[in-house]
DNA sequence: ATATTCATCTCGCTC
DNA sequence: GAGCGAGGTGAATAT
């Protein structure tokens, strides 16, 4: 990995055209070759970036960008399509290079899937006396993220998303529309269940008949806790 | 900006938990407090991170760190969550900082606006006679991205992607819906318009009366560099 | 290989 | 501040 920290100014054109302006930006070069452009705030998201693989060169400024000051240029040309990224060098102040090795990469714990297993594991959550069909109960437009069956046998699709909004109700639509045209589980009535479920999307589910059910992670990983310690 | 090279290990807890084992890894701290943990490849998301505003705090390793071979810790805590970042550091290799001031920012030309401002101008390509109405036609739930009468006077409200997936026809179709409902437009037809357009989004389009409208974005900024040599 | 979905999404805009 | 839509989305996963 190689660090430069250089006044530079940049274009990017590829699926778009940018440009910045000259000013203090640090450069990261990875062992991939991909190059990183960051300034001093901001998020994580470089100002510029070019993903791998892609090929840097380093190239001494032409007689016509010596003029305008710049003492390098870079060009970081994209292996597979046409992206590409110049950055013009004004003053570099400072450059060093660094061996990193491999790097084992991230352990992630407790989203989406988690949310799904824990309310497959407390399906009474729906209303007593339910019961579980399966998870992930597939259909010819995608899996069904939780099929279930209440007290009564009647069958109930359930969509499962951390923040509910509009689109996971479109989508619960849609596999309710395919599920209802199955004489063996019609009629299915659809449960919208999210950590957070949006005004509108709230709206828009009531008026299509379908439940909402708020998800309480920290509540429903305390019983999933205790079940485990039970067991 | 302060740069450090160090071997490492992090733990993240807040929106979800995750773990980096011990590796070699490059530290970002920012002017504004955020610090990004950089491995030698991927792309340009760190490993992980800490979004300003936050607070870096670096204390020496306790009795029991230091067992472990830690010489500093630091700990990111996010200011308004409770969003934290705890980073063992086992050896530094490098570390210095810059001062690099403020950014002028990224100016950006050419994606979806460009193609919204492209089809306005040319609007001719929905039929011979059309008009546009006006661009981001403000309605209840979102700007319609263009609202147009065709040569009889009927309207056309148009939703323009860059990719025309599944989720563009469900937006447009909420747009119509709606716009159907005001007796000084209705009745109102769409057109799905995209520089690409999925099959599934084509056959929900057309099985709901929707027109599809591929746009070629070459030959487009084409008329338009001719139009403004014209003009 | 392609297609779908998630993300500690981020970012920018509008209300 | 909340909501909504776009992204050079990227990344993972199922098909």
């Given at each position: 990995m190689r660090l430069v920290v250089a006044t530079c100014s940049a274009e990017y054109s590829g699926r778009l055209n940018a440009h910045l302006p000259l000013a203090t930006r640090l450069l990261v070069v990875k062992a991939d070759g991909s190059v990183l452009l960051h300034s001093?705030?901001?998020?994580?998201?470089?100002l510029n970036w070019m993903s791998p693989p892609c090929k840097l060169v380093v190239t001494a400024a032409d007689e016509d960008a010596a003029a305008r000051g710049v003492v390098q240029v870079w060009v970081v040309q994209h292996a597979k399509s046409d992206d590409r990224l110049v950055i013009e060098l004004h003053e570099v102040l400072h450059d060093s290079a660094h061996e990193l090795g491999v790097d084992p990469g991230l352990i992630k714990d407790g989203v989406e899937a988690h949310l799904q297993v824990m309310l497959a594991a407390q399906i009474?959550?729906?209303?007593?006396?339910a019961r579980l069909?399966?998870?992930?109960?597939?259909?010819a437009i995608g899996p069904v993220d939780i099929l279930a069956r209440d007290a009564a046998g009647a069958t109930i699709a359930i969509e499962i998303k951390r923040r509910g909004d509009i689109d996971g109700v479109e989508q619960l639509t849609r596999y309710l529309e395919l599920l209802n045209r199955d004489p063996h589980l019609a009629p299915v009535r659809g449960v919208f269940a999210a950590q957070e479920i949006k005004p509108q999307a709230r709206v828009l589910a009531t008026d299509r008949g379908i439940g909402c059910l708020v998800l309480d992670y920290d509540a429903m990983r305390g019983v999933d806790d205790s079940g485990a310690r039970l067991f």
């Open positions: 001093d705030g901001g998020s994580y998201k470089p009474e959550l729906l209303g007593a006396g069909v399966r998870r992930e109960y597939p259909t």
